[in-house]
C-alpha cells in the first residue's frame, strides 16, 4: 500500500501538485516511519513548492534511514542551495560527488552549483 502511495505522490508532483503529492508521501510514511523514500520524495515536493524548512526536516529524516545515496546528497545541497545555505549546499554536493553511482547529468548539474557558489 505505501507502494502506492509513493506511486501517486511522484506522479503528483511531476504535475505540479505539490500540496497531493505532499499528502500521499506523508500516508507511506504513515504506513511505515521508516520509509527513506516517503521522506526523500516529500522533501522534494516541499522544495518544488519553496518551503525549504520543510524539505530541510525531511531530508533529515531520509539522511538517519540511507546515506550512501549521491541523489540524496544531491537532493538535499540542491534545497540547502535555493535556501542560500551555501555552505551545507557546498557540503553535500561534494560529498554527491564522491559517490561511485553518480550520474552524469547530476555530476555536470552539481559542478554548476558549486562554481555558482566558488565564485
Known amino acids: 500500500m505505501e507502494d502506492e502511495f509513493i506511486k501517486y505522490g511522484l506522479i503528483s508532483n511531476i504535475e ?5 503529492a505532499i499528502e500521499q508521501f506523508t500516508k507511506a510514511i504513515n504506513k511505515n516511519d521508516q520509509n527513506y523514500k ?9 522544495s518544488n513548492k519553496g518551503e525549504y524548512n520543510n524539505a530541510l526536516k ?11 545515496d549521491d541523489e540524496f546528497y544531491y537532493l538535499r545541497g540542491k534545497t540547502y542551495f535555493y535556501n542560500q545555505n551555501f ?6 554536493l561534494e560529498k554527491a560527488l ?4 553518480i550520474n552524469e547529468e547530476n555530476k555536470e548539474n552539481i559542478n554548476k552549483l558549486l562554481k555558482i557558489i566558488n565564485e
Open 38 to 46: 516517503g521522506y526523500l520524495y516529500r522533501a522534494i515536493a516541499y
Open 58 to 68: 525531511d531530508f533529515e529524516n531520509a539522511e538517519k534511514l540511507k546515506k550512501d
Open 16 to 20: 505540479g501538485n505539490y500540496e497531493t
Open 87 to 92: 555552505n551545507n549546499a557546498k557540503i553535500d
Open 98 to 101: 564522491t559517490i561511485n553511482s
